[in-house]
């Protein structure tokens, strides 16, 4: 069973900066495509950024230039590193482990979520 542990959520300061983790267990980390998603109170979640097995990076036009997803695979943890907070980046941040097997099969994980508050 594949289990994604999101930390680093919390509270910070209007132009502050939070570093999100998820470690991911259960399984060979390095072949999953992985995702930052959030969802703000009543809405849908959205995309905040996403990295690929082989390492190619895309964000949210709202997150450009302030955030940054990484991975380390030796370590099976993803990173959000945030930066320039701002209060309308307050949410709850979700990890996302994701592959299209050989076979066409759709693999999908999710972690539990992570608070971020941003406070003016």
């Known amino acids: 069973q594949v289990q994604l542990v999101e930390s680093g959520g919390g509270l910070a300061q209007l132009g502050g900066s939070l570093r999100l983790s998820c470690a991911v267990s259960?399984?060979?980390?390095?072949?999953?495509?992985m995702a930052w998603y959030r969802q703000h109170p009543g809405k849908e979640r959205e995309l905040v950024a996403t990295?690929?097995?082989?390492?190619?990076?895309n964000y949210a036009e709202s997150v450009k230039g302030r955030f940054t997803i990484s991975r380390d695979n030796a370590k099976n943890t993803v990173y959000l590193q945030m930066n320039s907070l701002k209060p309308e980046d307050t949410a709850v941040y979700y990890c996302?482990?994701?592959?299209?097997?050989?076979?066409?099969?759709?693999?999908?994980?999710w972690g539990q979520g992570t608070q971020v508050t941003v406070s003016s």
């Open positions: 259960g399984s060979i980390f390095s072949i999953y495509d």
């Open positions: 990295i690929t097995s082989g390492g190619f990076t």
């Open positions: 996302h482990a994701y592959r299209t097997t050989s076979y066409g099969k759709y693999d999908s994980y």
